[in-house]
């Protein structure tokens, strides 16, 4: 049997997955970021609306913080699901082969 006829690929699959939670992983990913820094925003005076978060940061830089933090996280889980889906490819292809 050739290789078209057993299925996708593991790197395809891959791929799909990757791609499949790409979006939803960012989101999350930045709105727990995003979380977490502006739990220690405060409103410096009562007067305006200028709002001070983590380490004397803009609400606005908070954001773009929370987005870099997202990316990185992004990142790690990204190559994760590539070497899971990778790994569990191999057992499955040796699982076959045994049995």
Not at 28 to 37: C, G
Not at 63 to 72: D, E, I
């Amino acid at each position: 049997m050739n290789r078209r006829e057993r299925g996708p690929s593991r790197a395809s699959r891959a791929a799909l997955l990757l791609t499949l939670v790409a979006v939803p992983l960012l989101l999350v990913n930045w709105f727990v970021a995003a979380l977490i820094l502006q739990s220690s925003c405060v409103l410096p005076y009562e007067g305006g609306n200028i709002t001070q978060c983590a380490a004397g940061l803009s609400e606005e830089e908070m954001n773009a913080v929370a987005g870099l933090v997202a990316s990185a996280l992004f990142a790690v889980q990204a190559w994760s699901i590539i070497v899971l889906a990778l790994r569990s490819g191999g057992k499955k292809a040796r699982l076959s082969a045994e049995g």
